[in-house]
């Protein structure tokens, strides 16, 4: 079968054929890594040091880069090139030559030495010219560190990039940036350990540590990065030597007098025992006296080693078991109480410092795999009445081993204070954790969530080691101050034809035109008159010809229109009729279904019943559907249920009104123990941090709430400086009036004072004028007979405009989702709130009926601000919550790639770092971040940012499994 070679490697071939002269059928290429692989053969083996020569002047003279990157495509740099020779249909070659590309001269040198003299001896000879890439690579060269890397990475088909960043202008704080680029997604365990090895061997000065990033060629995202420590050597051991690490102590001592003394160490309570021979005597002979007390006291007095306070100093000759010579120290610990006390002790009474130390020498037992990998680092983070312990290292530490020691020795310790431990193990150089576990070592009060540890992330953003991209824009034609230019002159053309069409009616006439004429001013006065006397009189014709029409009869539905009311005591017999959604299975990632065969029993549509009920209801209505709607589904709740509020209540926007399924979280909780728990999902379309202020503090009574609510929503409801229009309509409306009022009625004093201060803020406002022209419209109200009759007159009107234009209200009213006409069939939510949509969102399909906006353009981030009127909302929320002794749960539902382009993704950084902020301040708060959980599988979505049924399985049962978040055990 004929095998047909890209034009990349078509065009090497050939530069190799030209250059040594052997047929293309005898070159073989491979491109892997950094790495170039040249196979040369011929009938008989070609000679090595001739083609070399012949190949080493070519590369001179050409650009190796520009023939690789022929097509056009993006490849990794050529570090070194391998050249083989042998004969054909032989399998193995008979000669293999490493050439470094950063040395031709060099193995050019060699190469003509070789061809004067014998082959075997020019090797041995001349071997020493050509520098390895380590030498070059200690001193710190990005590109000879690349280099380095590559000799192990290419042979996984690994290419590699080098970069340097100082951190805060501080020489001694370099941070190395690794770019792994590849054509598939390397396991991190592979390589994660070998390159730390290779990294530390290097012993690099003024590096704190290594980042590598490793990316998919094509990909617009890094898969993973990685974290390695490069402290030296001699900080990591002085570290521990500093505790009283008695190995540790050895080694730093080794370290520093590698060249004069060799030592031993024990320690026998506290003292420590320092046994010295002569390195330069290779043990024969004791080393001196005054060398030894110098130097070792010098070494022990810098470290001071707490809890030792002397040691003693033994000079020994190696074949013999008696020593030559004893001396005596005293340490800083005899002489300064603090360094006295030992560290175990140190860690019982809660020193953070002390506690680290042990636990990462107990994590790490081997101090020399620790040197050279790095070993694995704890981070701890005490909250409340808990210790959470962060494990990271280049692998991900074992779960069980590490829980297993970390739950011994503080249950050992028994420090003051502490009932539970939560651990969690991640990659270095994660945020987030890949495995938690934890344990209580007594009984917690769980009334007040835990809150979660935000352990900072191991490394900056990773975009700039990347290849800059283009923000992608609507037109590339068209420039904004192209669309400025076009509104603008819209608008004037706009104003023109305005001004024609009044001019047209008779009733206007042009200013200049009236001014410029002789006795202009008074034909104006008299026009008026005139004008005003035919408007007055066709107004009062008018009134008369409406009120005669208000006094037709409204028309009515005939009875086969008028839907079937259930009896709203019996609502599930009601709704039995009703066709529940048919994939109401438990969902996968894969299928989407369950092969188990395990099913969610989702209760029937509820929309139905909760117009009904607030048909029905006597409160007046908050000009908010859904908001009506949600409220009267609720009371009908706990009507049923006695007056008793559910267990969980789920609250927010659109993004909670589909993200969170309260039957597919009872289920999962009660895997997870927690049984028989109700939720309820609260979600409005729009809501803001203020609506939800609204409900939780005004709406409902404090009897009618549960104590744990979950906020499903984003940074949008958040955004002070975009226009809150939805409760802007839900505070213009009768039912925030009343609800104001029986809030002040109930004694929230914090209520009264903010209607007092509004109250006498809208007196100053208004003025004489004002005053006047109520007074004039309810005169000329009680005059007019059509206005006395204004809802009947509406009510015909309406009628007769539905008759001809054929518009069934009911069916118009029912196909309006968020506000948009909803163009697949129209689904209700349920009775538990839900809205369960099976929509999956297709890039390539939406976008053919939607707009697709970037961030820049998008009205939820307009003006972003964290502050505000929403965050006095929030701020509310959490002093009401905390008084009731409520748990507040804030989950950042997830987001597709789609829509976070880099815009976006800047605002949402900003509000998980004032999210986190936000609950850290307060103790009854979890802030939650779920808003990358799964970008890549639109499947789960429904648009761009909202979750479909599926999404919102996946994200309940993830909410059902965090130990964070501090659900209610119903006894």
């Known amino acids: ?108 040198e060699q190469v003509n030495v070789a061809l004067l003299l014998d082959a075997k001896r020019t090797q041995h000879t001349t071997g020493a010219i050509i520098v390895s890439n380590e030498s070059l690579a200690k001193k710190g060269d990005p590109e000879a560190i690349a280099r380095y890397l590559s000799e192990t990475l290419s042979s996984l088909g690994i290419g590699v990039r080098v970069k340097v960043k100082n951190q805060d202008n501080n020489n001694n704080k370099n ?39 490793c990316h998919v060629q094509g990909e617009p995202k890094p898969d993973w990065m990685l974290r390695i420590d490069l402290t030296p050597t001699e900080v990591m051991l002085k570290d521990w030597a500093r505790w009283g690490d008695v190995q540790a102590i050895a080694s730093y001592l080794n370290e520093k007098l590698a060249d004069k003394i060799k030592v031993t160490t024990s320690l026998n309570e506290s003292t420590l025992h320092v046994f010295c021979t002569n390195v330069r005597s290779n043990g024969e002979t004791a080393p001196r006296r005054g060398l030894c007390i110098k130097e070792v006291g010098a ?15 033994y000079g020994q000759v190696s074949t ?115 495995w938690h576990y934890g344990v209580d070592f007594a009984a917690r009060q769980r009334y007040v969530p835990e809150p979660a540890p935000e352990f900072a992330a191991t490394s900056s953003y990773v975009r700039e080691l990347l290849p800059p991209t283009d923000e992608p824009v609507l037109r590339q034609d068209l420039t904004s101050d192209e669309v400025q230019t076009f509104v603008k002159q819209a608008v004037q053309n706009w104003g023109i034809s305005a001004r024609k069409l009044l001019l047209a009616t008779q009733l206007f006439k042009d200013k200049e035109d009236a001014n410029s004429a002789p006795n202009g001013r008074a034909k104006s006065n008299a026009s008026a008159l005139v004008w005003a006397t035919v408007g007055l009189l066709l107004t009062l014709q008018t009134d008369w010809v409406l009120n005669k ?44 279904t369950q092969t188990t065969g395990s099913e969610i029993s989702r209760s029937p549509s509820g929309t139905a019943t909760a117009i009904l009920l607030a048909a029905r209801t006597q409160s007046p209505t908050f000009n908010a559907r859904q908001l009506d709607e949600q409220l009267a589904l609720y009371r009908q709740r706990l009507q049923k249920n006695g007056g008793q509020p559910p267990d969980i209540l789920i609250i927010g926007s659109s993004r909670a009104l589909r993200g969170v399924d309260p039957v597919a979280l009872s289920k999962a909780l009660a895997t997870q123990g927690y049984r028989n728990l109700d939720v309820f999902n609260f979600g409005i379309n729009g809501a803001t941090a203020q609506v939800v202020n609204f409900i939780l503090r005004k709406v409902l009574e404090p009897s009618e709430l549960p104590k744990l609510i979950i906020w499903a929503d984003g940074a949008r409801a958040f955004n002070s400086g975009r226009e809150d229009t939805t409760f802007r309509s839900i505070a213009a409306s009768p039912g925030y009036k009343q609800a104001i009022e029986k809030s002040i009625a109930r004694g929230d004093t914090d209520t009264a004072q903010e209607t007092k201060s509004k109250t006498k803020s809208n007196d100053q406002r208004k003025n004489s004028y004002q005053a006047a022209n109520d007074w004039l419209n309810e005169k000329l109200g009680s005059l007019s007979g059509a206005y006395q009759n204004r809802n009947q007159l509406k009510a015909v009107l309406g009628a007769k405009l539905d008759a001809l234009t054929g518009v069934d209200k009911n069916k118009a009213s029912s196909n309006q989702i968020n506000g948009k006409d909803a163009e697949e069939p129209v689904q209700s939510v349920d009775f538990d709130g839900f809205l369960p949509l099976s929509i999956r969102f297709d890039p390539s399909v939406y976008y053919q009926k939607h707009s697709k906006v970037s961030g820049s353009y998008d009205n939820d ?30 989950a950042n539902m997830p987001l597709t790639s789609e829509y976070l382009d880099p815009v976006r993704t800047q605002f949402e950084q900003l509000f998980q770092q004032y999210m986190i902020q936000t609950a850290s301040e307060r103790s009854h708060f979890v802030f939650r971040d779920l808003g990358l959980l799964f970008p890549q599988k639109n499947d789960f979505f429904s648009d761009p940012s909202h979750l479909n049924r599926y999404g919102a399985y996946e994200v309940s049962n993830k909410l059902a499994k965090d130990p964070m978040i501090p659900w209610i055990n119903k006894k």
């Not at 680029?181 to 690099?204: F, G, N, T």
């Not at 022990?300 to 306070?309: C, E, F, M, V």
Request: with cysteine; proline share 6%.
């Open 299 to 313: 070494c022990l007095n810098d470290i001071a080693p707490q809890g030792i306070t002397a040691a003693t100093i």
């Open 1 to 108: 079968m004929k095998t047909v070679l890209p034009d990349r490697q078509k065009t090497i071939v050939q530069w190799v054929s030209q250059a040594t002269g052997i047929n293309t059928l005898g070159v073989k290429i491979r491109l892997q890594g950094n790495d170039l692989h040249i196979l040369c053969e011929a009938i008989e083996c070609p000679q090595r040091w001739q083609t070399l020569s012949d190949l080493l002047k070519a590369l001179q003279q050409t650009d190796l880069e520009a023939l690789k990157n022929s097509d056009g495509s993006e490849q990794p740099s050529i570090y070194q090139v391998f050249v083989y020779g042998r004969k054909k249909a032989v399998k193995r070659p008979e000669w293999c030559h490493r050439v470094y590309l950063n040395q031709l001269d060099r193995h050019l």
């Open 320 to 434: 013999d078991a008696e020593p030559a010579w004893i001396d005596w120290l005293t340490l800083p610990a005899s002489y300064h109480p603090a360094l006295s006390i030992p560290t175990i002790e140190l860690a019982s009474n809660g020193d953070e410092p002390a506690l680290v130390f042990l636990l990462e020498r107990l994590l790490n037992s081997d101090l020399y795999w620790r040197l050279k990998t790095g070993g694995m680092r704890v981070l701890l983070l005490r909250k409340g009445d808990l210790m959470h312990v962060m494990c990271d290292a280049a692998v991900s530490p074992d779960r069980k081993q590490v829980t297993t020691q970390v739950v011994k020795l503080l249950r050992q310790l028994k420090m003051p204070g502490i009932l539970g431990v939560r651990v969690y193990g991640r990659r270095a150089g994660n945020k987030e954790a890949s």
């Open 175 to 213: 941070r190395l940036w690794i770019l792994c680029k590849s054509s598939y997604s390397p396991d991190p365990s592979i390589i994660a350990e070998p390159v730390a090895q290779k990294l530390r061997h290097l012993k690099l000065a003024g590096y704190q540590d290594a980042v590598i990033v």
């Open 861 to 890: 981030y307009k003006g972003f601000l964290l502050g505000g009127d929403q965050d006095l909302a929030l701020q509310e929320i959490l002093k009401f919550t905390q008084s009731q002794k409520i748990s507040l749960v804030f």
């Open 549 to 592: 029409f208000s006094q037709q009869p409204v028309p009515t539905l005939t009875t086969s229109q008028v839907p079937q009311t259930p009896n709203p005591n019996d609502v599930n017999a009601s709704f039995t009729a009703d066709t529940a959604p048919k994939e109401n299975q438990a969902f996968n990632a894969s299928a989407f």
